[in-house]
């Protein structure tokens, strides 16, 4: 019987922190738990669809990607970037590294952006719902809550492809 790879269970992170740290420590703890999901599973398998809609570990990075800048980036911040298409699936060039490290470059920026913002409750510059501009504390739970959901559906789908399991 082959081992199986395990992350094991991780603990998020300290409960000790002022409000915008703990928000961004626990939306950094659940990115890398996506990120991990991608680890030692072959480019053939994290493109493939693990459930019948179509979901694969890629995709859900890919995804994830879209909506950090969208959010941060486009509306939060306003800058000057074209909307990202949170629904385009990984192209064939797009290999798994070449993935992560766009995630990686994405959670980059809009840390940066949060870490600017002296006031949690200021409104953004521009929504992409129908709505005024959301906080950055509404950005953050957002966030949190987009990326804990595909978290899990990452959990299943790198259970189907190996067994692996953890956080």
Request: aromatic share 6%; net charge negative.
């Amino acid at each position: 019987m082959s081992e199986v790879w395990s992350r094991g269970d991780l603990r998020p992170p300290g409960m000790d922190a002022d409000e915008k740290t703990t928000l961004l420590g626990f939306l950094d703890y659940l990115r890398e738990a996506v990120i991990a999901k991608t680890v030692g599973v072959d480019d053939r398998s994290a493109r493939a669809a693990g459930v019948p809609s179509g979901t694969s570990l890629l995709g859900i990075v890919k995804h994830l990607t879209a909506v950090e800048l969208n959010w941060f980036v486009w509306a939060y911040a306003g800058m000057d970037e074209p909307l990202a298409d949170d629904e385009s699936p990984p192209r064939a060039d797009e290999t798994a590294e070449d993935l992560v490290a766009a995630y990686r470059a994405a959670v980059a920026s809009c840390n940066e952006i949060v870490r600017d913002c002296a006031d949690l409750g200021r409104p953004g510059v521009r929504s992409l719902r129908e709505t005024d501009p959301p906080t950055m504390r509404w950005v953050l739970v957002h966030m949190i809550e987009e990326t804990a959901r595909h978290a899990g559906h990452a959990d299943i789908i790198r259970e189907r492809i190996d067994g692996a399991v953890g956080r």
